[in-house]
């Protein structure tokens, strides 16, 4: 399979140099040449099938050309230790309910972005391994491959961990000061070996910014390989669409599969994208939400036709603060920029901190399900937007108790705490402060 840039400017590339440059030379975003249909006896029989067996499907589609059977079936595996259910949020009283829920954090950091991070990590590894070189990537001293990622919170805890102790590559992991919460700024800051945390003086914007400085950079890319591992990389976000193949399978097995509406809280666009994917490839969903935090920049594009990045806004469900939404780009490409196309799949919503509190108290009083801030976006853009007859799965993006602080005091709770996140609290944190000048942090990547 070959890929393209979204700008159109940059040479057509393999997936290996997709994966390994994450970015193209005219700062576009990769996207396949072509998007593989399943068959339709795929779909009348995927209820029976599992999580993996699904993945592998899926990934055979996208990645099959590439990547030997047996090695691409390994990792998929490798990525997918663990379940992805859905659960009906039944109203208290009531035996039936038009509104499920997609929990995709059951990974190793509780984290829906641990299967794109575990998979880009296998998947890199593997070209590694091979030893092929890649054409169109300088050829620097070492073979060690950097990977830079810049982080709201769990990004940087699914790729750490994903990456870590995995040989020939490194992770610096750009965060910004005092913007996560305690248990995400462990899940990154506290493993060592090949995982580098370091704490920018900014918002998220500002991490964005220098990881795509350091991409453009010709004296950086001269010194050092460098890779992205944000929803950018073509292995971060497209293994996300096993998520909704799974979704659909599962609702189907319940036979609430017709009309089914995915709901998908959002902030830079790579896991509704991926869903999209999985639309393109024949995956019969009805129609899909995007649900926002105040940071509306798309609910206003689905409104006027007008794409207008702001600087980003931080609020409750701060995995979504994103002011300029990467993959906003693939999602334009995938329509050819037609908006009436994208509007007539995709509904937006865009709540204020004060509905998303309002709404985890309400779903907990009436359901007793646990919102965190993020799967609340989800869950209210279905009550306001699902209509007669349909029936709504919004995904969780996130497991509560990593906002714990936040949850109990919404709901009067005290949530426990995993046991898989309790022991990342026990390490020691360790981090480099650095400015958001690119120039420092060129320095620092120059001496490494
Ligand atoms: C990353 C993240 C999101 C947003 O996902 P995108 O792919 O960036 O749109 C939503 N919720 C949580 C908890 C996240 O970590």
Known sequence: MKYYSTNKKAPIATLEKAVVKGLAEDKGLYMPETIKKLPKEFFENIDKMSFQDIACAVADAFFGEDVEKEALRNIVCDTLSFDCPVVPVTPKGKDDTDIYTLELFHGPTLAFKDVGARFMARLLQYFLRKGSKVQGVQEVQGSEVNVLVATSGDTGSAVANGFLGVEGIHVYVLYPKGKVSPIQECQFTTLGKNITAIEVDGVFDDCQALVKAAFMDADLNAH?????????????????????????????????????????????????????????????????????????????????????????????????????????????????????AITSLISGATYKDEQIRATMQECYEETGYVLDPHGACGYQALKDLLKEGETGVFCETAHPAKFKEKVDDILSTDIEIPARLQAFMKGTKQSIPMSKEFSDFKDFLMKQ
């Open 224 to 340: 050092m390989k460098l890779t992205s591992a944000n929803s950018i990389n073509v292995a971060r976000f497209l293994p996300q669409a096993f998520y909704y193949f799974n979704a659909y399978a599962r609702m189907k097995a319940l036979g609430k599969a017709d009309n089914m509406v995915m709901c998908v809280p959002s902030g830079n666009f790579g896991n509704i994208c991926a869903a999209l994917f999985g639309h393109a490839m024949g995956l019969p969903i009805k129609r899909f939400i995007a649900a926002n935090n105040a940071n509306d920049i798309f609910y206003n594009y689905l409104q006027t036709g007008k794409y207008c990045p702001q600087p980003s806004k931080a609020t409750l469900a701060n995995a979504m603060d994103v002011g300029d939404p990467s993959n906003f780009a693939r999602i334009y490409d995938l329509y050819k920029g037609d908006h009436a």
